[in-house]
């Protein structure tokens, strides 16, 4: 809010106080009144005029200033109606109360949306739970009966993984995650990742190159795991022709661990590698697979945020794609220890 | 012969869970009557448990909790829950591995047979003929000749003895490679194969490892 804006809405009062000074004026003069006299009325009318605007300008200033400064410091801008005093003049009174009113009705509406989102969520963790036990008697009586072949394993293990997919992607949209961090063997977990993905690299004849890591990491391990099957799914996916690998290895920093899963696969064009943790975005590559939801990436960057690592990707078009996941040592926890 | 109790309300799972470990020459209880499971466990005395944790009554958790204060037989907790919350309460409250559905078979065996082996501290020498097997060291012995086993071929080779008399496929030798953080490949075995069998003929034992076409391996 500022004077020459605030002067120019209040023009109209302004012309007709001076409208009415100048009436005074010629009545003053018509009625032959002396020349100090009317000095003094018309130094009167102006202190006390502008006394009144200028008086109206400080408080109303005061309160909107108040409010749009602190809606631009706020990162939720609805909260700003807890962050004034409840205005003394009237005109102030009625804006407070209907910002009130109006927020109060946006978050009964948020509310319900997130207990909707809240059920949504439950219903289907519960569903994909649900949903794995006919899998498992699926898979367990085909392996009895010596039919779970190279082609059944596959289809099963597929919808395995997309079972997953909604079951993370559900975990990584809600704000109330839960995760579980404590200290956890780099080495083993990259073993399970391997073993669940075995028929999938022996079949499509990827050589999985592991070095020795024996490193600790904090965080989720079943998060993990899901963020680097995703990685390993894609290499696969991906792969190039004939000695394709995928390779696996650690650097030991002062205070990060980085791990890095590289492969010798197609690669990804330059123009889409700033894109290909964006939602729903297959790029060049998704043409040539037509599997390619688009979801994987997105998913592991956002489960990875949440956990504090920082995963990037790098790679050169028909030569190589290389993920690396840092991890943060933390000096807390050793403290602890 | 080690006896495994099953803990599992969905039919067709447990009766399949059965038939996979029968298979693979375990005694396999079921437990059909969950309102007195504890009591079922206790009077069945078995070596391993493995227990699911969403079933009527009383849910694995509580189980698990209670039997602790009686018993103390390994646990495997099976599950469809697959958060490292649920599995950090499992453990904490006394059970000895945590398994996720839908599983792998050969992974559920591989884990069954490490607990059981743990618990049993079954020795590292497997005998075999007049032959001495050291898994710890990697060596097998022939009356006073001695050779050394990669750890590739000491896996191989245990894993078809302690499966004796019966065709293991390549891909369970596979899983028990990978299992131990030794990712070959298709090649890669065949060639440890080779290489193991031209050992065990050096110390005198000429094909004892059998190739079934189209199935896999046995020693018998």
């Known amino acids: 809010m500022n004077l020459k804006d605030y002067l120019k809405d209040k023009l109209i009062n302004i012309l007709i106080l001076l409208l009415s000074y100048f009436i005074v004026f010629l009545l003053l003069i018509a009625f032959k009144v002396k020349i100090s006299l009317i000095l003094v009325i018309t130094f009167i009318f102006l202190i006390t005029n502008t006394l009144l605007i200028m008086g109206d300008y400080y408080k109303k200033k005061k309160f909107y200033n108040n409010i749009l400064n602190n809606i631009n410091k706020l990162d939720k801008a609805y909260l700003v109606l807890e962050t004034i005093n409840k205005p003394e003049f009237y005109e102030g009174?009625?804006?407070?109360?209907?910002?009130?009113?109006?927020?109060?009705?946006?978050?009964?509406?948020?509310?319900?949306?997130?207990?909707?989102?809240?059920?949504?969520?439950?219903?289907?963790?519960?569903?994909?739970?649900?949903?794995?036990?006919?899998?498992?008697?699926?898979?367990?009586?085909?392996?009895?009966?010596?039919?779970?072949?190279?082609?059944?394993?596959?289809?099963?293990?597929?919808?395995?993984?997309?079972?997953?997919?909604?079951?993370?992607?559900?975990?990584?949209?809600?704000?109330?995650?839960?995760?579980?961090?404590?200290?956890?063997?780099?080495?083993?977990?990259?073993?399970?990742?391997?073993?669940?993905?075995?028929?999938?690299?022996?079949?499509?004849?990827?050589?999985?190159?592991?070095?020795?890591?024996?490193?600790?990491?904090?965080?989720?391990?079943?998060?993990?795991?899901?963020?680097?099957?995703?990685?390993?799914?894609?290499?696969?996916?991906?792969?190039?022709?004939?000695?394709?690998?995928?390779?696996?290895?650690?650097?030991?920093?002062?205070?990060?661990?980085?791990?890095?899963?590289?492969?010798?696969?197609?690669?990804?064009?330059?123009?889409?590698?700033?894109?290909?943790?964006?939602?729903?975005?297959?790029?060049?590559?998704?043409?040539?697979?037509?599997?390619?939801?688009?979801?994987?990436?997105?998913?592991?960057?956002?489960?990875?945020?949440?956990?504090?690592?920082?995963?990037?990707?790098?790679?050169?078009?028909?030569?190589?794609?290389?993920?690396?996941?840092?991890?943060?040592?933390?000096?807390?926890?050793?403290?602890?220890? | 012969m080690s006896k495994i109790m099953i803990i599992e309300d969905d039919e067709v799972l447990s009766l399949e869970l059965k038939e996979l470990l029968t298979l693979n020459g375990y005694e396999v209880e079921l437990v059909k009557d969950f309102k007195n499971t504890i009591d079922a466990i206790l009077n069945y005395n078995p070596d391993l448990l493995l227990l699911d944790i969403n079933i009527p009554y009383l849910n694995g958790e509580v189980i698990l909790q209670n039997l602790r204060k009686k018993s103390n037989v390994p646990v495997i907790m099976v599950t469809s829950r697959n958060t490292d919350m649920d599995e950090a309460l499992s453990i904490s409250l006394g059970a000895d591995d945590y398994i996720t559905k839908p599983y792998n078979p050969n992974i559920l065996l591989l884990r069954i047979n490490a607990i059981l082996k743990r618990v049993n501290r079954i020795s590292n020498i497997i005998n075999y003929k007049t032959l001495i097997i050291n898994t710890q060291n990697g060596t097998i012995k022939n009356q006073d000749k001695e050779i050394i086993l990669t750890k590739n071929e000491m896996i191989i080779f245990a894993y078809l003895l302690n499966n004796k008399d019966k065709i293991v496929k390549r891909d369970e030798l596979m899983t028990s490679l990978w299992n131990n953080e030794e990712f070959i490949n298709d090649n890669a075995l065949t060639v440890n194969i080779s290489r193991l069998r031209s050992k065990l003929f050096k110390l005198g034992y000429n094909n004892i490892i059998e190739t079934r076409k189209g199935q896999g391996y046995i020693i018998s």
Not at chain 1, 199 to 228: A, C, G, M, P, R
Not at chain 1, 283 to 298: D, Q
Request: charged share 30%.
């Open chain 1, 93 to 337: 009174k009625i804006v407070y109360q209907i910002l009130y009113e109006i927020n109060k009705s946006m978050c009964e509406n948020v509310n319900l949306i997130e207990e909707q989102l809240l059920d949504f969520k439950d219903y289907i963790e519960m569903w994909i739970h649900e949903v794995k036990r006919p899998l498992a008697s699926l898979s367990l009586t085909l392996n009895n009966n010596k039919l779970l072949d190279i082609k059944l394993k596959s289809i099963l293990k597929n919808l395995e993984d997309y079972l997953e997919q909604v079951l993370y992607y559900v975990r990584c949209e809600n704000a109330a995650s839960d995760y579980y961090i404590k200290e956890v063997d780099l080495g083993n977990i990259i073993k399970n990742v391997g073993i669940r993905n075995m028929d999938d690299l022996l079949n499509n004849k990827v050589d999985f190159k592991v070095e020795k890591i024996n490193l600790k990491v904090y965080t989720d391990s079943k998060w993990l795991e899901f963020i680097l099957n995703q990685i390993i799914n894609n290499s696969i996916k991906y792969k190039k022709g004939k000695n394709s690998y995928i390779k696996i290895s650690a650097i030991d920093n002062v205070d990060t661990i980085k791990l890095i899963i590289e492969d010798n696969g197609i690669g990804i064009p330059k123009s889409d590698i700033k894109e290909v943790f964006k939602k729903t975005f297959t790029g060049e590559n998704g043409r040539i697979v037509p599997s390619a939801t688009g979801m994987g990436l997105y998913i592991a960057k956002n489960l990875c945020s949440k956990l504090g690592h920082k995963i990037e990707i790098e790679s050169i078009f028909n030569e190589y794609t290389r993920v690396s996941i840092t991890f943060a040592k933390n000096k807390f926890y050793d403290v602890l220890k």
